[in-house]
């Protein structure tokens, strides 16, 4: 499987420099997901069962892809509306520092109730409205990835990774929330602290500088927006179907209002047709392109080694397990957490055992050392057009503070975790 890995880092290389080698980081994504699903089934001979794998996987990447075609495209009919007038109002303040608070405050809460990917896109969308320098831009938008982060990681809908952990039934809603919001809030409070050193002046506040007026009803769109939105979590709870299918649902709703609303030829930018044509593609495809690599990866059985390596090596969970954290943020957080909680056996670490609240909280913020290690990160990057590099000279050693942060305050929460 060697020749896997060096796929790998050589497409993984590729990405990073994207700007340096001219060849989009969508292109090359693509190609290597590609490329390492052929070269592993060619390894097996066409085994049958690497192409059930590949069915697998591709449900899962369907799903999200769905799940994020929805958010974006309600998103995008809010901003047509200029419906986040109606958020923009409220900040009344001038002052970058101030405005910095609010926005980490802000994404920290909404990623909890709502969930991370969908709260980067909503708050990346909205800064656009707020900032017109992209260098005040790239820095908030840094803020949003650890704030989405570290606030999807305390709550069972928050983050994909701590929904597999309850699905699995290794953590229960309300014992996880209290065992992780003071960590989670804490590797949110160090960077925010951190960033406001960085970002001094004052703005000029989107009221006071936007010619273009609301769009009739926008203050119905936005609600109606705002709700399938926010009751995707809802719907899930309720009929048990996945995420994707509450946002669709959400969709389509609004889409028979602007239907309705909009029946003159005026107003066809205001319709769903046009927001579609707004969503960025190679975003989406840059997604696809990622979880297809990586789930080969995940198939391959390359990562399940990598995790037990680490557990025979380095058997003090309190030392492995945050390493784990630091891997999510090379390697997409979700298979990574599929492949080490089936290193732990639930019969030998029960329900709501630390081990699992630190692997939630590790996992779910460790991917924010990287732009590139969480789909908040990925998603961001796209929308903004964030250089990897960028990233990694500017943010990545804020967020590596906020999460050692949240790790030792975990540990000194609980200064004996039996692991």
Known sequence: MLILIV???????????????????????????????????LLNHGNAAVLLKEHHHLEGIAELVLFLLGAMTIVELIAAHNGFKIITDFIQTKSKRVLL???????????????NVTTT??????????LESRTDRL?????????????????PIGDITTTMLWIGGQITPINIMGALFIPSLV???IPMAIMSFFVKGHFEPFHLTQSQQPAPYYKLIFMLGTLSLVS?????????????MGMMFGLSILWIATEILHTVAERH?????????????????????ILLSVSALESSGILHHVALWFDDNIPLKEVSIPIFGGISAIIDNIPLMAAVMGMYDLNLYPTDHKIWELLAFAVGTGGSMLIIGSSSGVVAMGIE????????????????????????????LYPNPAF
């Open 121 to 130: 896109i909503v708050m990346v969308k909205l800064l656009h409205k707020i």
């Open 7 to 41: 796929i790998f880092t050589l497409g993984y290389i590729l990405i990073t420099l994207e700007h340096s080698v001219k060849i989009t980081k969508s292109a090359t994504s693509l190609f290597l997901g590609v490329a390492l699903w052929v070269v592993y089934g």
């Open 269 to 289: 930018h205001l319709k769903v047709g046009h927001a579609l044509a707004r969503i960025d593609g190679p975003t989406i495809l840059f997604i696809i392109g």
């Open 101 to 115: 608070w609010s926005v980490g405050f802000l994404t920290f809460f909404l990623s909890a109730f709502l969930d």
């Open 232 to 244: 995707v979590p809802v719907f899930k709870t309720v009929t048990h179907f996945p995420p994707y």
């Open 139 to 155: 820095m908030f938008c840094g803020l949003v990835i650890i704030a989405a982060n570290a606030g999807g990681a305390w709550t």
């Open 187 to 189: 590797s949110i409070l």
């Open 385 to 412: 057009k964030i250089d990897f590099f960028w990233y990694l000279r500017k943010i990545t050693w804020i967020a590596a503070l906020g999460y050692i942060g949240g790790i030792i305050t975990y540990l000194w």
